[in-house]
């Protein structure tokens, strides 16, 4: 009796352990960190407060995020493999958006699903090539930038029976952009 | 280095406990379970588990004996991503494995969990009939739990994870005086993949403590399977 239900264990784990996705995010320390992001990541001010460092591989592409603290605000910044910052996210309240955006990504939620629910908003400030990296996150700490952010909002939606959480772009002027849908597993590792 | 100050201070609290271990009514036991969890729809899912639990240690003597085989089953309405109700129904047989009462119990449920960013924080609010060949036991339970990947801010396939919960009991019959409990539980998971979940643990539990108190220390052991 007891081999049998080993036997049938050992079977559904084999069959489990076949469906394995190349999916991660992982903390690393900084000397993981690409040498040319780690001098951008030096240039930072000297108040911002605990740097983590962390690296997503999805697939073929792989990518670096350090995350930190700033005057109280929380900032994420990417980087490409090479090291080439993509964008500096600053997470920040739906309600403190502006007034004329925020009504039109609003206007956007309600079109679309029967039901919303915000979760997290962040301004991101995507880095154009042309810029020079430390000025633009000194511009953007400082909040002296000229550049307007995108919206990326996560939220739980409904749509005529389905529900799921999405991350939303809206563009600087609060249209919208695109969505994924996130991967819930992350969400429920415990209870029932 | 955060996550690892956590565990040097959960393990300081674990270690608080070790003094009362030379008491004579101590009891070591284990529990192993095995669930399933399945979605129905985005709203529904429903979850069965078989349980098992067994003496280890009793009466200042290492010993292996079963005492009761439950058999559980909830379901789940979510209400949005963060908030659930559950009804469960549960079977224990104990009267022909340690001749204790069988026990028919229905559970209703309220679940509410607050992410920021890896931490996680649960609190469950249970009201438990206990319903026993004798008499029936009204049971209300409120669990705090907190918990996070040992890697990174989101739990990936391979990945371990740190679950610690605190639960208070206060169990109400006829004829019987009011009833405390406390546990406190530390789980140690894998991801093993989209599928399987892996956990250990040990939970450490004062029954009864404004009576008599009793404490038993549990081994725990589950496979959750997600179909």
């Known amino acids: 009796m007891k081999t049998k239900t080993l036997l049938a264990l050992i079977f559904i784990c084999q069959f489990v352990f076949s469906q394995t996705k190349n999916e991660k995010e992982e903390r690393i320390t900084k000397s993981e960190f690409p040498e040319v992001a780690i001098e951008v990541i030096k240039s930072l001010p000297d108040d911002c407060k605990r740097l983590k460092f962390y690296k997503e591989t999805d697939g073929e592409k792989q990518s670096f995020e350090v995350k930190f603290k700033y005057k109280k605000k929380r900032c994420s910044l990417e980087f490409t493999k090479d090291g080439v910052i993509e964008d500096l996210e600053v997470l920040t309240k739906f309600k403190t958006i502006n007034e004329e955006k925020k009504s039109k990504i609003k206007d956007y939620f309600r079109s679309n699903f029967t039901k919303h629910k915000f979760i997290k908003a962040q301004k991101q400030y995507v880095y154009q090539k042309e810029l020079d990296p430390v000025i633009f996150i000194k511009n953007i700490l400082k909040n002296t930038t000229t550049e307007a952010p995108n919206f990326e909002i996560i939220a739980e939606v409904k749509t005529d029976k389905k529900r799921d959480i999405r991350e939303f772009t809206f563009n600087a002027s609060g249209e919208f952009v695109n969505f994924r849908i996130i991967n819930p597993t992350s969400y429920e590792h415990v209870l029932y | 280095m955060s ?14 406990h070790n003094t009362l ?26 979850n069965f588990s078989v349980r098992s639990r067994y003496y280890l240690y009793q ?13 559980v089953h909830f379901s789940t309405l979510s209400i949005d991503h963060n908030r659930s109700v559950s009804l469960g129904i549960q079977y224990r047989i104990r009267e022909s494995i340690d001749g204790g009462s069988n026990e028919l119990r229905l559970t209703q449920q309220y679940n509410y969990t607050k992410k920021n960013e890896a931490l996680r924080f649960g609190h469950r609010a ?12 009204i049971r209300s339970r409120y669990r705090f739990t907190l918990d996070f990947p040992l890697n990174g801010q989101k739990l990936d396939i391979g990945e371990a994870y740190i679950i610690n919960s605190m639960e208070g009991l206060l169990s109400i019959g006829k004829n019987e005086k009011p009833e405390l409990d406390h546990r406190t539980t530390l789980h140690l998971g894998l991801l093993v993949s989209e599928h399987l979940k892996i956990q250990f643990g040990l939970e450490y539990r004062f029954e009864a403590f404004n009576l008599n108190t009793e404490q038993k220390l549990f081994f725990l052991s589950s496979a959750i399977l997600k179909i």
Do not use: P
């Not at chain 2, 070591?28 to 979605?39: A, Q, R, V, W, Y």
């Open chain 2, 21 to 46: 271990f030379s008491q004579s009514d101590f009891e070591g036991l284990g529990e192993t379970d095995f669930s399933f969890n399945t979605d129905v729809n985005d709203y529904y899912k429903l």
């Open chain 2, 59 to 71: 009466e200042e003597n290492f010993d292996f004996e079963n005492r009761q085989l439950d058999f």
């Open chain 2, 3 to 16: 996550y690892i100050k956590i565990l040097v201070v959960l393990l300081a609290c674990f270690s608080v």
């Open chain 2, 126 to 137: 249970r009201l438990e009939q206990r319903i026993f060949s004798d008499k029936t036991i």
